[in-house]
């Protein structure tokens, strides 16, 4: 097990681990959007949705149980790579200049990691742990979206959320050792559009409900 | 065409690690425009000499651009706002007459200020120490071409080897990670066939040296190859990250 740890402890071991669970939300924030695009059929369909979600029971709590696990391993690991880098340069500089390889995303991680938590946090207790007798899921988001306020809180996380993959998606697959001129071009391009459609993609349903609602 | 600027210096004046050290004022005036920055640094303590004042402490050796000892961050920029320059090779044109330049030095929890701008770039000799290397068996002289390499992987072990291993790459990284200067070195032996043999374990031994210096984590910002001087890719991170996994999950070294 030595191995293991010595392996998965250090420098590149822990960028491996928030490689790899960055992989996975990525994977569910695809899937969550698709769920989500039922919305736009109806009531009906997004409803039916989400019953057929929570009848696949066994399923479900497998992925939530691997979603939360996982989590953990990138909030943890993020923290502790944020620790360490803040403290592997003790004097600041006086003079900031950047040369071009930083980026709004790639500057923000740690902050617009810790906002993301806080946003999920938020959005489980609005629409996944409340009492939800006598009312469908619909009934939940819609009465969440009939106030502004909720309605911007949500456009702003989502968009908070474009910010952090812009720079987790490329940086994924780097740390993982894919890069090659070949394809990181693509990659990169992908990761952009991929951060756009996430924004946009969540953020017009809050939008989208207050205005038929 | 040559002309003679005016200048203002805000230089790191520290004297050793127990002083906080400050910026300090100092004018110069008449550079020449061909002077290299580091011999404008001698036109200034040659005057500072003779006033009976502590000259600036800098490295410097080669001043061609090849040797990595040189290096200041200049207006926040390691080795200056040219790309692909050592400070050595950094010339007064660059800069107008009447600018104010600041220069400090490489910061970093790994690197030591000695004295002004002066620093310890003792930990990239370790790392270098810890696997930077190939064991060959001494004996006869090998026959020409007995190891056959080919060019595109001659070209791209060149490219890795370039590295002068100034430390400007953990200067410029937001996290004070050496990397790149590591993924340099990993990439340039992992890619030809007599570094071939003990790449697994160098790949670990460098990491874990990395590591117990103190520099920071890579998280993909990019600043080091784009102030790198030598030009070395990020690409060269990704092979180390490669060579590091197959190495911890693959190979028989712990
Ligand atoms: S990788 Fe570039 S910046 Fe880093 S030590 Fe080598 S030459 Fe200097
Ligand atoms: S003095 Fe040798 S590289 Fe600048």
Wanted: glycine content about 8%; some cysteine.
């Amino acid at each position: 097990m030595n191995w293991l740890i010595n392996t998965l402890g250090s420098s590149v071991g822990k960028k491996l681990m928030m490689s790899i669970t960055g992989f996975v939300f990525i994977l569910f924030l695809i899937g969550h959007l698709i769920g989500n695009l039922t919305i736009y059929v109806g009531p009906d369909a997004f409803n039916a949705y989400a019953g057929h979600l929570q009848s696949l029971k066994p399923a479900l709590r497998l992925m939530e149980s691997g979603l939360i696990f996982f989590a953990i391993v990138h909030i943890f690991t993020g923290l502790i790579l944020f620790y360490q880098n803040f403290k592997a340069r003790p004097n600041r500089y006086e003079v900031n200049k950047q040369a071009g390889g930083r980026t709004l995303g790639s500057a923000t991680m740690p902050y617009t990691g810790l906002i993301i938590l806080a946003f999920v946090i938020f959005h489980l207790f609005d629409f996944t742990f409340v009492d939800k007798t006598g009312r469908t899921v619909y009934d939940i988001v819609a009465a969440s979206f009939s106030n502004p306020v909720y309605v911007f809180l949500y456009i702003a996380s989502v968009f908070i959320v474009g910010i952090h993959v812009s720079h987790g998606f490329w940086s994924a697959f780097q740390t993982i050792g894919i890069n090659h001129p070949k394809y990181m071009p693509t990659i990169q391009t992908a990761g952009l559009l991929f951060s756009l459609i996430v924004a946009i993609g969540f953020g017009f349903i809050p939008l989208f409900i207050s205005l038929i609602s | 065409m040559t002309q003679n600027i005016n200048l203002t210096l805000k230089v790191w004046r520290q004297n050793g690690q127990q002083d906080k050290g400050r910026f300090e004022t100092y004018e110069v005036s008449d550079i020449s425009t061909d002077m290299s920055f580091l011999e404008m640094l001698d036109v200034l303590n040659e005057t500072l000499t003779l006033e009976g004042k502590e000259p600036i402490a800098f490295d410097s050796d080669c001043r061609e651009g090849i040797c990595g000892q040189c290096g200041s961050v200049v207006n926040g920029r390691p080795h200056g706002q040219e790309k692909k320059t050592t400070l050595c090779q950094l010339h007064m044109r660059h800069f107008k007459n009447g600018d104010t330049i600041a220069i400090e030095p490489f910061r970093a929890r790994a690197f030591k200020v000695l004295k002004d701008l002066m620093v310890d770039r003792g930990a990239l000799d370790k790392v270098i120490q810890s696997g930077g290397f190939i064991s060959v068996n001494a004996g006869g002289a090998p026959d020409a071409n007995a190891i056959p390499v080919s060019g595109e992987i001659a070209e791209r072990a060149m490219d890795a080897a370039q590295c002068i291993g100034c430390g400007a790459c953990v200067a410029a990284c937001p996290n004070a990670s050496a990397m790149l200067f590591v993924s340099a070195n990993v990439s340039h032996l992992a890619l030809l066939p007599q570094g071939k043999l003990e790449a697994a374990k160098r790949a670990l031994a460098m990491v874990r040296t990395m590591d117990a210096c103190g520099f920071g984590n890579c998280s993909n910002e990019r600043e080091c190859e784009a102030e790198c001087p030598k030009g070395i890719s990020i690409i060269n991170i990704a092979r180390l990250n490669r060579e590091f996994f197959k190495a911890g999950f693959f190979s028989h070294n712990e």
